[in-house]
C-alpha cells in the first residue's frame, strides 16, 4: 500500500498526451494491470483491497481537472486504499466500442467483481452513462453517476441535440440502454440539475426503484467539478464505497454550496434574470452577512438602491 501511493505521488502534468498515456500504463502495472482497448480506450487496475472503485474516464477530464493529471479513482488508492479499475477515452466515445465490450465480457468470464465485497461504478455525462451501463457487470454494485445520458439512440433521445455526431452510433446492442443496465445495481445515484433541461429529461428516463434522483438546482452543467471544488466529491464515493451513502447523507454534504462563489453567483444570475430583485436582495445580503464578497457587496447595495433600502445599506455591506 505504501509503495502504491509513493508512485502514485507522481506529477504528470507537464508530460505530452503520448509520454502521460505511458507513464499512467507504467504506474499501474507497479501494483496491477494496463490493458489498450482499441485506439480510443484502455484500462488500467491497481489492486489495493477488497473495495473496488470502477471509474470512467476521458483522458482530456483528467488532465485538465487533476492538477498532477491523475485520474480521479488514483485519490480512492491513496486515501480510502481500495483498488481501482480506471477505462479510459480518448475524446468523447461514450465507451460504444467492441473492444471495450470484450473487456467487459472477459471480466465477468473470469469473476473478477466476485473477488471484490463492494464496487462502486462512477463517471460524469458521458462517462456517468458507462458507469451505469458496464454496471451491469457487476451485481450489486453502487453506481454514482453525474448527469448522465441514459441513451443517444435517435429513437429514444432525438430531444438531445448535443450530441447529434453520435446518433450514426449503435446504443441499441450490448451494453446500450443506461436506465436498463442498472436493474441487477444494489444502488444508483444520478445525480443532476433539474434546471438543464436536457440532463433533466435523461434523468428522468432513469425510473427503476433502486435509482434515486439527487438534484442540485443552479449548479449548471459542470457538477462534477463543483463538487470538487466544494471538497465533498471523496466523501460522497467514500460513503458510496461503504453503503452508506444516503439522500439525506448527500444533501447534508450538499449544504456546502451555500459558501460556494460560483454557485451563489449563479444563483443571484437566475434571479436577476427572472427579475426577483427582493430575493435577489435577501441572497446578496446574507452572503455579505457571513463573508467578504465584493462582487455581492456591489451588487446588494445597487439593490437597496433601486428598492428604495439605501437608509439600510450598512445593515448588509459590512460583512
Known sequence: MEEATEILDRDLSDLAPKDWATAIAEMAEEHGMFQ?????????????????????????????????????GFSAVKDLGWSHLCVMCDGDTWFRDEEVYGF??????????DEFDNVVFYGAGPCAYAAAAF??????ATVLAIQPQATLDPSVARWDDRFVEMRRVSFTDRYGYAPEMLEAAEKAFVIYDPNVQLDSMHA???????????????MGQGIQNRLM???????????????????????????ARRDHRGYL????????????????????????????APHFR??????????????????????
Open 36 to 72: 489498450p482497448l482499441g485506439p480510443r480506450h484502455f484500462a488500467t487496475f491497481i489492486d489495493q483491497s477488497n473495495t473496488l472503485f470502477v471509474s470512467f474516464e476521458s483522458m482530456g477530464g483528467i488532465r485538465a481537472l487533476s492538477p498532477k493529471a491523475h485520474p480521479l
Open 104 to 113: 467487459f465480457d472477459q471480466l465477468i468470464d473470469d469473476g473478477f467483481f
Open 135 to 140: 454496471s451491469v457487470a457487476a451485481p450489486d
Open 204 to 218: 428522468t428516463l432513469f425510473r427503476a426503484p433502486n435509482t434515486e434522483l439527487l438534484e442540485l438546482p443552479y
Open 229 to 255: 471544488e466544494m471538497e465533498i466529491l471523496d466523501d460522497v464515493i467514500d460513503l458510496a464505497g461503504n453503503g452508506k451513502l444516503t439522500r439525506a447523507a448527500f444533501y447534508k454534504m450538499a449544504r
Open 265 to 292: 453567483r449563479g444563483l443571484l444570475y437566475v434571479l436577476d434574470q427572472a427579475d426577483r430583485p427582493q430575493m435577489a436582495h435577501w441572497l446578496c445580503r446574507n452572503v455579505c452577512n457571513r463573508f467578504s
Open 298 to 319: 456591489k451588487r446588494l447595495e445597487k439593490l437597496e438602491e433601486d428598492l428604495g433600502l439605501s437608509d439600510a445599506a450598512g445593515n448588509g455591506t459590512n460583512g
